[in-house]
């Protein structure tokens, strides 16, 4: 079991930059894959990026490409979202989610709010 605590959410104006945070505890070193989802308001949730552990392969939403970055800190095993370039349509909860052999673990959720 992989526990995840996001950290680094909050309200921005359009154009700027957040950095969300994503520390993992546990079973850390039966991640294969990390990534990022959000949930607006009403929808699904959705993909955002992802790194695959072994070797830093990552892949992206076509909506967050050029403008968000995801990147890992192995020796903290912290997975982060370098986000910029906001729009408010970036407002969501952001949830953090560890895949492991032994199935999906995910975080509480932060909050990022984009203003016009």
């Known amino acids: 079991q992989v526990q995840l605590v996001e950290s680094g959410g909050g309200l921005v104006q359009a154009g700027g930059s957040l950095r969300l945070s994503c520390a993992a505890s546990?079973?850390?070193?039966?991640?294969?894959?990390m990534a990022w989802f959000r949930q607006a308001p009403g929808q699904e949730r959705s993909f955002v990026a992802g790194?695959?552990?072994?070797?830093?392969?990552?892949f992206y939403a076509d909506s967050v490409k050029g403008r968000f970055t995801i990147s890992r800190d192995n020796a903290r095993n912290t997975l982060y979202l370098h986000m910029s370039s906001l729009k408010p349509e970036d407002t969501a909860v952001y949830y953090c989610?560890?895949?492991?052999?032994?199935?999906?673990?995910w975080g509480q959720g932060t909050q990022v709010t984009v203003s016009s």
């Open positions: 989610t560890a895949r492991t052999g032994a199935g999906d673990s």
């Open positions: 546990g079973r850390t070193d039966s991640m294969n894959v």
């Open positions: 790194i695959r552990w072994s070797d830093s392969f990552t």
